[in-house]
């Protein structure tokens, strides 16, 4: 595997810097450009032995070998699904539980990996932490106390989709690396050369991240979805409700979401983002709808995200949430 297109000048770049490379990178920005992907293939390229010009690592040496099995003894790996596995071995009541915290236990493993000297002649050693802000109080703290004195030939590499939940001190010890996000023109040729249809419509419902189109398969919940946002104040919120429930709460409200920011932004700006093929018919519905229901329905919108997975009755939840939609476009305005 390569770096995504839209990613190989900065791994030429850090490749290029290698004999400067700092003992701890932060590599941050949106969802769906290849943030993780990126890190997994900048820490195998450090510990390759006969790394290319470009920068990817030669894929035939001892190292990738041993990266590419998993089992390489100079790279640590720090996520919070690794913490469900060890729990779940101990406890079979949390079988199906899903960590979303990496523990202090974890970081503290790290503490006999760093005693140790590399095993190959690069002297290198690498830790990969994704995603950083699933750090916790604690483990934040105890990775904190490893940056202020890190150990010769270690390189922590941190992937952060929400660095404003880091640590300010975490931040501040680490070289910040703003990942690129992909043009449009670079994005679609990938995402055609993935033979992914209707590439333009759902780049766009997927905010411009070509791997969030790859991760959903291709499932354009759009489509169905504006067909039904469309009718305004003739939507029938029951029937609605209905179809929507099919696509599970989170998807359902996650269209739902994108439609009201198109509606706001149509109205204050005259653009939209996510349903450009619909940009006409937003920005006539956008004339009919109440500014401040709408602003009060998009809040009511993010409190409802955030139990989107709870085990409550979400059709009725949906219907509930419909028939407030219909109600911003009773009152015309302008």
Partial sequence: ?????WQSELLQKLSDDRARMPHAILLYGSSGIGKYDFARQLAKSLLCLTPVASGEPCETCASCGWYLQDNHPDFRLLTPEQDAENEQNSAAAKKNARKTQISVAQVRELGSFLELSSHQSNGLRVVL????ESLNAASANSLLKMLEEPPAGVIFILVSHQINRLLPTIISRCRKIDMPFPD???ALAWLNQQGMKNAEQLLDYYGGAP???VRNNGQDAGTESANLFLQGNN???FLAASKSVLLGMEVALDALQKWVYDLLSARLTGQVRYYNR???ALQALSKEVDLSMLLDFQRQLDEARKSANHPLNNELQLETIFLTYTQLFMKKTG
Avoid at 129 to 132: D, L, N, R, T, V
């Fill in 1 to 5: 595997m390569s770096v995504y297109p």
């Fill in 129 to 132: 932490i994704e995603p950083a």
């Fill in 184 to 186: 449009r023109a670079t």
């Fill in 211 to 213: 791997l969030n189109v």
């Fill in 235 to 237: 939507l029938d919120p």
């Fill in 278 to 280: 619909h940009a006409t």
